[in-house]
């Protein structure tokens, strides 16, 4: 209802323009509430929150552009905020990374979403016991859970070390790390990982 919509929107659904919401973070776990309880927690003024929310979109608006340009798409960020001792924003987090936010390229994951979907596919198991340790209490949710993830095999671990500084030396158009390969040459390493490990 806060977006204006009147149903769930199906899977892959894409918004006409970003949209800001929000969660606590010095809790056990990050909650949703909603901007009117956030706003009570955090004390902000009505002029406070709505500067926060542009600021946000138009750190947004910088991230989207410059990795547009290499043809990335930002699928979904965050950012951390927080005042300093003049009561100014000032974020204090990384912003624009691949572990911070979902880029997509060509339709394909580019970020920290690669691990995730890794070992949803193939330990499956373990991804079920942290659905269910974080349902059953959420906030000691990670001392229920006793199995361990397998290390990620090495071909895979390389695609994501090539990842980052192709993608660096695309957004910035400049060759920063010289022996890095293209984005498009990483992106074909992890499809045909893909289509060998995870299907």
């Known amino acids: ?47 406070e929150l709505d500067a926060l929310k542009r600021y946000v979109l138009a750190a947004n608006d910088i991230i989207t552009e410059g990795m547009k340009r290499a043809g990335f798409v930002n699928e979904d960020g965050k950012f951390e905020l927080a005042f300093d001792e003049e009561r100014r924003l000032m974020v204090v987090d990384t912003v624009g990374t691949l572990d911070e936010c979902r880029f ?12 995730r979907d890794y070992y949803k596919a193939t330990q499956p198991e373990w991804v079920a016991e942290i659905e269910t340790a974080k349902k059953s209490d959420k906030k000691k949710w990670k001392s229920l859970v006793t199995a361990r993830p397998e290390p990620l095999p090495a071909s895979l671990k390389g695609i994501l070390e090539h990842l980052y500084p192709a993608v660096a030396n695309a957004v910035l158009d400049r060759k920063l790390f010289s022996g890095a390969p ?8 992890y499809e045909k990982f893909k289509a060998a490990e995870m299907s």
């Open 1 to 47: 209802a806060d977006l204006g919509l009147t149903e769930m929107p199906p899977e892959g659904f894409r918004f006409d323009s970003p949209f800001v919401d929000a969660s606590t973070k010095y809790e056990e776990f990050d909650r949703y509430p909603g901007w009117a309880e956030l706003q009570r927690l955090s004390g902000l003024s009505n002029e």
């Open 104 to 115: 997509t390229y060509e339709g394909v994951d580019a970020s920290k979403q690669i691990p």
């Open 182 to 189: 293209s984005v498009d040459e990483v992106i074909g390493e």
